[in-house]
């Protein structure tokens, strides 16, 4: 069993950044692989980023490269997803999800989700 809290989001303008984390619980957090999903209102639950169990491999949405960075520290159970150069497309809740196995872009490949924070970007 994983608990995931998710914190930082907030309002922004932009071009701006902000610095998602993620708290897990549990001990068994570094066999996990992490993601980071978000959702726009009116719209589906999309894939942003991901991250293997050791950090080692990641994987972004198209609209987020080169300005989101997702990292962990399996010490700490925490993973970080930093966001620059946000853009009013960004705004939305960000979900952190845990789930074993290989790093998805699926939704569904994700066992444990946190309750979201909102990131919210004024043009």
């Known amino acids: 069993q994983v608990q995931l809290v998710e914190s930082g989001g907030g309002l922004v303008q932009a071009g701006d950044s902000l610095r998602l984390s993620c708290a897990a619980s549990?001990?068994?957090?570094?066999?996990?692989?992490m993601g980071w999903f978000r959702q726009a209102p009116g719209k589906e639950r999309e894939f942003v980023a991901a991250?293997?169990?050791?950090?080692?491999?990641?994987n972004y949405a198209d609209s987020v490269k080169g300005r989101f960075t997702i990292s962990r520290d399996n010490a700490r159970n925490t993973v970080v997803l930093q966001m620059n150069s946000l853009n009013p497309e960004d705004t939305g809740v960000y979900y952190c999800?845990?789930?074993?196995?290989?790093?998805?872009?699926?939704?569904?490949?994700?066992?444990?989700w946190g309750q979201g924070t909102q990131v919210t970007v004024s043009s």
């Open positions: 549990g001990r068994t957090f570094s066999s996990y692989a």
């Open positions: 999800a845990a789930g074993r196995g290989y790093i998805s872009t699926a939704s569904n490949r994700y066992d444990y």
């Open positions: 991250i293997s169990w050791s950090g080692g491999m990641t």
